[in-house]
């Protein structure tokens, strides 16, 4: 009897937040079997799936840095993936790879679609892949070591410091000898900032004193900005730019959902600071993520880099109930679903 195949798809674009049994549908059909490969092919079982901020942008039919999700299609997202059968030599049976099969259970992938375990320096489990060395520690790297490029004893804000890219991004910071304020939602979240990651200062967002700590804590003013929020958060730090400060765009989080997205009001602060303001997109730096991936799993191994998770389980029926609740800040560093435990014995198809 054929074993069925679960994904999600995209069933309508939303306008603002995505409405858990609207915005998406689950769709059932038979899955590929080793029998279906062709040379060169891979039949893989997905482990972990990757949720990203960046997930919301795809859903909107716009010119982009990626096509957008078509109606009716399977949601994009990278994953964690077991080989359960190959006619590849880049990976046999049992391998750990990852690829962008997107949110389904099975998927066939030709040569080209994956990454074999080989790539990931230092892989210590396969969630590692899409955390400590996947695309938001990539994106901290590229944005802070390439773009931002601190200097000792500067300044450096990160904004949404807690998550996945920002908390990384921070660290990369102080091991550049930088001084580092984060900025966080929650008391909780900002005490790990300072005693967990080594922050040298971590301002909740949420609290009513926000805005005085925040002035107190540049008061030296900001060389580079971290960008992952965009909104109020921006205003206030291109009011506190210093001269010839660096500005590196990588996320709008607080204007993903809104129906009028909110631009800089404090625009003018880019003239009169002379501020260099640069957006990127880490899949143009493709030709940088060995040598970004050799520097992380070495910080790691030295103990300089510390790693978080926050691992959703029940497969991926909850996937799209922890995309909406990755908006609303649910996770500490790295927001993962676990379809399948990889220490599970492989499916048989």
């Known amino acids: 009897m054929a074993r069925d195949n679960l994904s999600i798809v995209l069933a309508e674009r939303p306008t603002t937040d995505i409405i858990p049994g609207q915005t998406f549908i689950q769709k059932t059909s038979p899955a590929p079997t080793p029998a279906d490969l062709q040379d060169g092919q891979i039949l893989v079982e997905t482990l972990y799936l990757s949720l990203d901020p960046a997930m919301r942008g795809w859903l909107r039919d716009m010119r982009s840095y990626l096509p957008p999700v078509q109606i009716g299609q399977t949601m994009r997202g990278s994953c964690a993936c077991r080989v359960l059968a190959s006619k590849s030599k880049q990976a046999k049976e049992g391998d750990i790879v990852s690829a962008l099969t997107g949110w389904t259970e099975f998927a066939i992938l030709p040569e080209g679609r994956f990454e ?28 802070m070591s390439k773009i931002a490029d601190p200097k000792p004893g500067e300044l450096v804000v990160v904004s949404g410091a807690a998550g996945a890219t920002g908390s990384v991004a921070g660290q990369i910071a102080k091991l550049k000898g930088a001084r580092v304020v984060g900025i ?28 005085e700590k925040f002035a107190e804590a540049t008061k030296d003013f900001i060389d580079v900005y971290y960008d992952n929020v965009g909104g ?10 210093k001269e010839h400060a660096r500005f590196i765009e990588c996320g709008l989080v607080s204007q ?15 003239v009169t600071m002379r501020i260099r303001m640069q957006g990127f997109i880490v899949l143009d730096h493709v030709k940088d993520f060995p040598a970004a991936r050799a ?10 880099l510390k790693k978080t998770e926050t691992v959703v389980r029940g497969g991926l029926k909850v996937a799209e109930q922890a995309l909406v609740d990755l908006y609303k800040g649910i996770n500490t560093g790295k927001l993962i679903v ?3 435990n990889h220490n599970e014995t492989p499916s048989k198809l």
């Not at 993903?256 to 880019?270: H, V």
């Open 256 to 270: 993903y959902n809104a129906a009028k997205p909110q631009g800089p009001r404090a625009f003018s602060q880019i």
């Open 295 to 304: 520097e992380l799993a070495q910080w790691i191994a030295e103990g300089k």
């Open 184 to 211: 966080a939602g929650g008391d909780d979240k900002c005490k790990w900032l300072t005693e967990e990651l080594g922050f040298d200062v971590a301002l909740n967002y949420k609290a009513d004193d926000f805005k």
């Open 116 to 143: 074999p375990a080989s790539l990931y320096p230092g892989l210590q489990d396969p969630k590692d892949m899409l955390s400590a060395l996947g695309m938001t520690s990539l994106t901290a790297w590229v944005g």
């Open 338 to 340: 676990e379809i399948k």
């Open 232 to 241: 109020d958060i921006l205003d206030m730090c291109l009011m506190r730019a």
